[in-house]
């Protein structure tokens, strides 16, 4: 696990050895355990290294045997083991224990075709001295980031935004779309980012430099269709294999690891897989809040009694958050305003006193099914084919006429629920995440923006994120929901937020879940293997029931939440006032205040809960001051 970075110039000069070493610099967190450099004509290479397998010899920047490719590499190949064998009968010499020497070995042999025998997570950087040409790679699922752009006939790329941004002659502006879009779906979603010509290389993705041009293609793409045609019982026991697999694969390490257990069904199995593989007690991090209906260290502590595991836990309190923000912010480098990275920063902190690798639960719910609006967009279908005078009329009326009959918390969960139907009309069925989200909608956008902005933003592109990768799906409406989130939600939220907060503490994550073999696997079940009446996992639930504490199996989603709405409102009220609406407030110049103040009077009276908009703005307003 490390951060990777390079320069590459259109000539054939050598790159500046500074430049390049304050971009490594700037990514430590990363890989604090060393550095490497390769410097030659018209290319610059460098890592920063986290020591997981072949700690004492798997130093990078590593060369094919004539030195006519140089590698620098980001994550973990699970199967290199396998690999390997077979590139030795014919012919390649290995001088490291390490996967990366193997990704170059195969490139040796297959060049871009290389990607698809991979099983793990990666970014992957490859000169070629002869050709002159760079070979840049992502994962199929989005799980280790690049960024890059192209300034003055220069490639620059980083597995993170500062540190691309320490090598620029000039900070390029901000892409006003791509703030925009944050406030829709609470991320800036790849290829774009919060500066205008820097990019993300989306995931599955490989991008070409030479001659200085780029060509960028993809390398996989996932299918729901055919369906497997298997029993219940048949599917549930390959299920259960499939995943012990996927964790077995992960164990591998030559430094300590153990599990993030949030007290939900996927990282309670992960666990029971660790307990089963393992000789020595798992050892398992949670992190709960002071406000019980948020917490769920009850069944994160019945797993850990069930399977004896060496138990951690951390209480996150309002005290935490302001001090936390300008930290984890100057990770991501961009506003992002998914507030479990709260949690998830601290309790990757903990988790890296006592191991280096973490295993986790991330991408049951996209493999499986396990968010609510997955059984709720039938039935919002079914709403929108009612009569208008019902969806355009009274409802609308209904949510105007409640919120001054009803400033109390009580009322509150009724006219949320109003309001949430109130907005179904205005938004693609298409984009379920957005019909559902907590976050700025189309007309909320439309009367936040000063008008000599609004006029440069396209307010319908949020929607579209989501409409284009369910047009292109195949299979029933679910299929083609779960497919959009694999290409939306997932890169673009979760697993940026796994990935920078993991790191920030220099811990590895692992993900089973995400196994692309399982992914594929999974994909292909049926929709009632996932989805019956308003229970997800259908499969997955019942596949593990006897592993799982008896209450923990009949839970619905709960969330990785925290209780901005009560935070706001009480202790960090002022804090929040002064982020938004000071005189310094760099939202003032983009957004009316007059509507600032509507978000904040409607929060602070109960007539709606604003807490993620709140906490979306308070992040937008501290990076733009740090910009």
Not at 415 to 424: A, C, S, V
Request: glycine share 6%.
């Amino acid at each position: 696990m490390c951060g990777i970075c390079g320069i590459a110039p259109a000539s054939s000069q050598i790159p500046d050895a500074p430049t390049l070493k304050r971009m490594n610099d700037a990514m430590r967190h990363r890989g604090p355990d060393g550095e490497g450099f390769y410097l030659g004509e018209g290319i610059g290479l460098a890592m920063r290294r986290l020591a997981i397998i072949d700690v004492q010899g798997g130093d990078q920047p590593i060369a094919s045997e004539d030195e006519s490719l140089w590698i620098v590499f980001n994550g973990e190949i699970y199967n290199f083991l396998m690999l390997r064998p077979e590139l030795e009968r014919r012919g390649h010499r290995f001088r490291t224990h390490s996967d990366t020497e193997c990704i170059l070995h195969l490139y040796e042999e297959r060049g871009e075709a290389a990607l698809e025998a991979l099983r793990g997570m990666f970014a992957i950087a490859i000169w070629d001295t002869r050709r002159r040409r760079l070979f840049l790679a992502r994962d199929r699922l989005g799980k280790k980031p690049l960024y890059y752009t192209v300034q003055q006939g220069t490639l620059y790329f980083a597995s993170e935004l500062p540190a691309l941004l320490r090598a620029l002659p000039s900070r390029p502006p901000l892409d006003l779309q791509a703030i925009d879009l944050y406030l829709g779906l609470q991320y800036i979603p790849d290829p774009l980012s919060a500066y205008r010509g820097i990019y993300k290389l989306p995931p599955a993705h490989f991008l070409i430099w030479e001659n200085g041009q780029l060509h960028l293609q993809r390398y996989w793409d996932l299918s729901y269709q055919p369906k497997w045609r298997a029993s219940e019982a048949e599917l549930s026991e390959e299920l259960r294999w499939r995943l012990k697999e996927a964790v077995r694969l992960r164990l591998i390490s030559e430094v300590p690891l153990g599990a993030h257990l949030s007290g939900g069904i996927d990282s309670s199995v992960i666990v029971a897989l660790m307990a089963e593989l393992s000789h020595e007690p798992v050892k398992t991090f949670s992190v709960g809040f002071e406000e019980e209906t948020f917490s769920e260290l009850e069944y994160a502590r019945a797993v850990a009694r069930r399977y004896a595991t060496d138990h951690h836990e951390f209480i996150l309190r309002y005290q935490d958050l302001p001090a936390t923000l300008e930290t984890i912010l100057a990770h991501f480098g961009e506003p992002f305003a998914d507030p479990s990275a709260l949690p998830l920063y601290h309790l990757s902190r903990l988790t890296r006193q006592y191991v280096t690798v973490a295993l986790n639960g991330d991408g049951g719910d996209e493999a499986f099914a396990g968010y609510h609006r997955y059984w709720l967009d039938p039935w919002a279908n079914l709403y929108l084919k009612a009569p208008s005078f019902l969806t355009r009329g009274l409802v609308p009326r209904l949510v105007h006429f409640l919120p001054d009959a009803a400033e109390r918390p009580a009322g509150q969960g009724l006219i949320n629920g109003l309001k949430r139907l109130e907005q179904l009309p205005q938004i693609d069925p298409r984009a379920s995440l957005l019909r559902w989200s907590s976050y700025f909608s189309p007309a909320w956008r439309a009367a936040l923006w000063k008008p000599e902005y609004r006029s440069q933003i396209r307010l319908s592109q949020a929607e579209q994120h989501f409409v284009e990768p369910f047009e292109r799906a195949a299979g029933t409406w679910l299929d083609r929901t779960l497919y959009t989130d694999l290409h939306t939600y997932l890169p673009g939220d979760l697993l940026v937020k796994a990935d920078r907060m993991t790191m920030a503490a220099s811990l590895e994550g692992r993900s089973p879940f995400l196994d692309h073999l399982f992914m594929e696997w999974a994909a292909r079940l049926p929709d009632e293997m996932k989805v019956r009446g308003r229970m997800g996992k259908v499969l997955l639930r019942r596949a593990f029931a006897d592993v799982l504490p008896p209450p923990l199996g009949k839970r619905g989603k709960q969330g990785f939440g925290i209780p901005l709405a009560t935070w706001f409102r009480g202790p960090l009220r002022d804090w929040a006032v002064e982020c938004i609406l000071a005189p310094t407030s760099p939202l003032l110049e983009w957004f009316q205040r007059p509507i600032l103040e509507q978000l904040l009077e409607e929060h602070l009276r109960f007539r709606a809960d604003h807490g993620k908009r709140l906490y979306a703005l308070t992040m937008l307003a501290l990076w733009a001051r740090a910009a």
